[in-house]
Each structure stands twice: as structure tokens, then as C-alpha cells.
């Protein structure tokens, strides 16, 4: 099938398709290829109610019938339309409400082309309200009760909404109120750099949900793509956390999609939202982008205002010697240096004492440190000597879990860890629970070999990444099926299907909102209950609820399944309620 895209007030070639304007291009198209490159990715900007016309060559006597996927929510198809004496299909969207969304166009599943839209307010609305209005609406407000409203004042033409600046002191923020036009309802808005740090460090209650809104300074990771068209940042080390990942503009989407799959590391600015339908429950909107290409900074230093977390130093010979991690629902790194020797060596005396402390000074990314930032600490304070260790509190069963045994050199804290699989589930401290355990483990060292293992975890041991694996049975990768003798009731994790399972179409995963992705492959004990994982796989991953399921049944491992085990489910319940 040849095809070619045209798109209303823009002309570009991008791969294999045209991209025109508002009449019909006459650059000869070219074929598609049905495998190698990946869908064309175009990004579009629009208003409430602006239209927007895309026009796809295609080829009436194939007998193929082109698919289209949208956000009813988001958009509108006004009219779909065939011209077959011109060989075109004709879309035109209208844009509904304020957000961002995908269009996929495709054929036979295969997507040829992805629509990116980003959409912005009615214009009109700015006329909707003053900002004496929008004061008077957050004066009677929560945010009249938090603190004064202060002189700066802005309105956001692309959301439609007042941000009022507010007389409140916390720590590494800056408030503001937010009114929203539409809604005439007012919230504070913290800003926040990371995390806001507790009120106190004494009999502190336990810790609330993440909040919705993090600011993002130079987090490190990979950008990945889906099978959908859409993209995830994989945050670094591996185990830190995966998020959903859109541009703030065409040009940092562009930066996006040129790094999509291409082993570079980059370091991302922005506002990371959860509890939204993206990949992971959160949603990165990058401002700016670093990748060090060429090398050495891009941007000026950003300030370090009251950055809360611990101090770790690295094991080993490596290149760098330290880190800091940066409290929050992801645990993310920077190298670190002290302004002066004296302030470095009270730095390295925290060092792995499980001390959290807030810093303040300046970072630098795209330097050569950990994870590609430095932030030159100028001063410090500390929070609590005793603070719970990183990551969160955690005791689980480990039931088959799949990984390689790693040694660790002769100087380390420690002797080896468990990597746990796939890569970025893991890595874990692990001790035989009697010598004969204990030496299996060390035969396992460095071998290469896979294996399954049985016992126990608890994170907050003294351990490699602060968790340890007590293990009651081992078995190397090859010794064929073995069921584990324990039932699986009531298991809760997520529901996985789509590419990247080695070539199997579905897992389970353990405890989805814990600190480990385990994974197993999974199947049902009857028809029944293998409609009702059909019925699952069907779901929409951008706007159907994650697939969090509750199960029953048992586990057997050494299969040809995902991470070489499977369950054989007799019992499904689901854990979330379709639109």
C-alpha cells in the first residue's frame, strides 16, 4: 500500500509519507514499507473547537479497511469521507476539551501514522473572567485560608486559568492559586521541588499518597516506545520507575521522537503528573530536554532549594564515588560535591548512615556524574538521623522469582545481589538460609546462568539496595517444570499484554504498585476464564482503567512462559470498573 498524510498549514516530508497543506500536495508519494521504520509521528496544536483535516492516500481495490483510534473525550471526527477517483480518505477532527491525546491511523493493526494533538483552551474564555473575579473566587477558597493572595498574577490563555502567587512559606515551594475559568473552583497549586517534606519528624503519621504534581529537575532515562506510537521514559538506575512521556511543544515532542529507542541517555525537565491514564498511572510534560549531543551542557544551572533525601556512596571501583536520591515515589539520583573540603567531608560522613538531610545550592546537567547531573551543595541541614531506609517498607514471599546472582567486588559492602528479570525489576540482597543454600548461591555467581528462587524479602535490611532475599530453594534455569507446592490466593498486580514479552502475549504482574515487577506468565484453567483474559487484552491502554485484576490458582515454573513460569488461574477478579 502506498500513502501519503496531508495536515492543515504545514508541509514537511517525513520518512516514507507527505505531510501538506490545506489543498492536495503534488509530490509523488512514496510506498510505505510494511516493516522496518516506525509509523510517521506528527505533532498538532489546536484550540476547543478548531477543526483539523488529514487526508490519507489509499487504495480502494486492496479490499483493506483503514482503523482509526481516538479519545472521544478529547476529539470529535466531524466527517470521514472517501474520494475514490482521487485514491484519498478524508478525516477532520474537531477538538473537544483541553488536553493531550493520539490519533492512530492503520492498517491491519499496524499503525501508519500517529497524530500527537496537544490542545488548548477556547480563546474566548480569556474574556471570561477577570482577574479581580478569580481573586475574589480564591479568596473564599482553601486558598484564602492557607495565606494572603500576593500582587503576581497571571492567566494561562492555554488552560484558561488565573495562577494568583500566595503568601505561604513551605519549604522548596512556591505556591499559587489556581482558578479555573470553566469550573469557577479554585486549588493550590505547591510547586514543588520533589516531594513536600513532612510537617515533623516526630511520631509522623504514615506517609500520604504521592502528590499530584512533581516538578522535574534533569531526571535521567531512556526514552521507549509502544506499540501504540506513544512513548515512555524508563528513569535511571534501571528499577527507578517508568512514566509516561509527551512534548510541552512540536519542538521537544521532535526531540522526543528523534531519541525513541536509541540507547542515548538524556535529562528531562518538566511537570510530572500521576493518577492520570498514561503509561504507569503518571504523565511527563517535558519543557526541555538535554541529551548531550554534543556534550557538555545545554542549559544554565537550576537552584537547589531545600532538595530533601539521602546520601549514598558507590560500591566497587566505580567511576563515581557518591550519589544523592531525592525522597519521593521515585527514587531518583544526582552526583554531588560540596563547596568546599570541609563541607565535602561532612557530605561523605553522611554517607550511608540512613540520615535524610535537605540541601541547598545549585545542579548542572550533562557533565560527567551520576546520572549526568552534579548538584554543587552550599549548604545543609538534617531532617532525621534515623529516617526509614529508600524505597518503601516491604515483606513479601518470593515465590519463583527469575533473575542471575551477581558478585560484587572484593572491597564492596557486600558480596553479591540478586538481578532480578527483566531487566529493571530489581536488584536485591539475597542469603541462603542454611550453608548448603548458601553455596548454591555462590556456584550461581557470575555464571550467566538463570534461575528461580523461593523464600522471602524484606526491604530495610542491611543489604545491597537495602532489601534481602532469605532463600529456602533454588533452581537453576533448565531443570524442567516444578509446581510450587503453595496455592495462589488472592494474588493483586496488573495485567500486562502487548509487545515485549519475548513472544508471548500476556503476564501478570506481582504487587504492580510495589517496589518489584514480577513477572509470570499466565493463563486459565478453563474457557471461561480464558474469555475473560481475552476480554482484558481488548481494553484500550489510553483510556480504559489499568487492568489491575485479583487472582486465584497456582503457579507452576521451568515452562515456556513468561520469566519461565506460569499461572494457571482458577479465579479472576477485577480490581478496577470499565467506563
Request: glycine share 10%; net charge negative.
Amino acid at each position: 500500500m502506498r500513502s501519503k498524510l496531508y495536515v492543515v498549514g504545514l508541509a514537511l516530508i517525513l520518512s516514507a509519507l507527505i505531510l501538506g497543506g490545506c489543498g492536495s500536495a503534488t509530490v509523488e508519494p512514496v510506498a510505505l514499507p510494511t516493516t522496518g521504520p516506525r509509523p510517521v509521528s506528527h505533532s498538532v496544536e489546536l484550540r476547543e473547537g478548531e477543526t483539523y483535516t488529514i487526508a490519507l492516500e489509499t487504495d480502494p481495490s486492496s479490499g483493506n479497511e483503514r482503523e482509526v483510534e481516538y479519545s472521544e473525550v478529547l476529539l470529535e471526527l466531524v466527517d470521514r469521507t472517501t474520494d475514490n477517483a482521487a485514491g484519498e480518505e478524508v478525516f477532520i477532527f474537531r477538538a473537544r476539551a483541553v488536553g493531550v491525546t493520539e490519533a492512530y491511523f492503520s492498517y491491519s493493526g499496524h499503525h501508519e501514522v500517529i497524530c500527537h494533538f496537544t490542545i488548548g483552551a477556547d480563546p474566548a474564555l480569556a474574556d471570561a473572567m477577570s482577574e479581580a473575579e478569580a481573586r475574589e473566587i480564591a479568596a473564599s477558597s482553601e486558598c484564602g485560608e492557607a495565606g494572603a493572595l500576593l500582587e503576581n498574577a497571571l492567566y494561562n490563555d492555554w488552560t484558561a486559568t488565573w495562577w494568583i502567587d500566595l503568601d505561604i512559606q513551605k519549604e522548596g515551594c512556591n505556591p499559587a492559586c489556581v482558578v479555573n475559568v470553566r469550573t469557577r473552583q479554585a486549588e493550590i497549586n505547591w510547586r514543588c521541588m520533589g516531594v513536600l517534606p513532612p510537617e515533623d519528624t516526630v511520631n509522623t503519621p504514615a506517609p500520604a499518597p504521592p502528590p499530584t504534581e512533581i516538578t522535574v529537575v534533569g531526571w535521567c532515562g531512556l526514552i521507549v516506545s509502544l506499540p501504540d506510537g506513544s512513548d515512555y521514559l524508563a528513569l535511571q538506575p534501571e528499577g527507578s520507575g517508568e512514566i509516561g512521556l509527551t512534548g510541552a511543544d512540536a519542538d521537544v515532542e521532535a526531540e522526543i521522537v528523534a531519541l525513541r529507542d536509541s540507547g542515548f541517555y538524556a535529562n528531562f525537565w518538566g511537570t510530572l503528573t500521576c493518577d492520570v491514564p498514561n503509561y504507569g498511572g503518571c504523565q511527563l510534560v517535558a519543557t526541555r530536554l538535554d541529551p548531550s549531543t554534543p556534550p557538555g551542557p545545554r542549559f544554565d544551572p537550576d537552584p537547589v532549594e531545600g532538595w530533601q533525601g539521602q546520601l549514598f556512596s558507590v560500591p566497587g571501583m566505580a567511576q563515581f564515588d557518591d550519589y544523592f536520591v531525592l525522597d519521593g515515589p521515585f527514587p531518583v539520583r544526582y552526583g554531588f560535591q560540596g563547596a568546599d573540603e570541609a563541607l565535602q567531608a561532612q557530605l561523605e560522613d553522611l554517607r550511608d548512615t540512613s540520615a535524610t538531610v535537605r540541601i541547598w545550592g545549585e545542579i548542572q546537567c550533562a557533565i560527567p556524574d551520576v546520572c549526568g547531573c552534579q548538584i554543587g551543595v552550599e549548604r545543609w541541614e538534617l531532617v532525621a538521623e534515623e529516617s526509614p531506609p529508600l524505597g518503601v517498607h516491604f515483606e513479601s514471599p518470593v515465590v519463583g522469582w527469575y533473575g542471575q546472582v551477581v558478585g560484587l567486588s572484593a572491597d564492596a559492602q557486600y558480596d553479591d545481589f540478586l538481578r532480578l528479570l527483566p531487566l529493571g525489576a530489581g536488584d536485591v540482597g539475597l542469603t541462603g538460609a542454611d550453608a548448603a543454600l548458601e553455596a548454591e548461591i555462590e556456584g550461581l555467581r557470575d555464571s550467566d546462568t538463570n534461575a528461580h528462587f523461593w523464600g522471602a524479602i524484606v526491604c530495610g535490611a542491611p543489604d545491597y539496595d537495602g532489601c534481602q532475599v532469605t532463600v529456602t530453594r533454588v533452581i537453576p534455569e533448565g531443570a524442567g517444570p516444578y509446581p510450587d507446592p503453595n496455592p495462589v490466593e488472592g494474588w493483586e498486580g496488573r495485567y500486562f499484554f502487548g509487545r515485549g514479552l519475548g513472544g508471548f502475549d500476556d503476564c501478570f504482574i506481582l504487587d504492580f504498585y510495589g517496589p518489584f515487577g514480577i513477572r509470570y506468565g499466565i493463563r486459565g484453567a478453563d474457557e471461561a476464564l480464558e474469555a475473560a483474559l481475552e476480554d482484558l487484552r481488548s481494553m484500550d491502554k489510553l483510556t480504559d482503567p489499568p487492568p489491575d485484576i485479583q487472582i486465584w490458582g497456582e503457579v507452576q515454573c521451568g515452562v515456556s512462559d513468561v520469566n519461565g513460569c506460569q499461572i494457571i488461574v482458577d479465579r479472576l477478579e477485577e480490581l478496577f470498573s470499565q467506563p
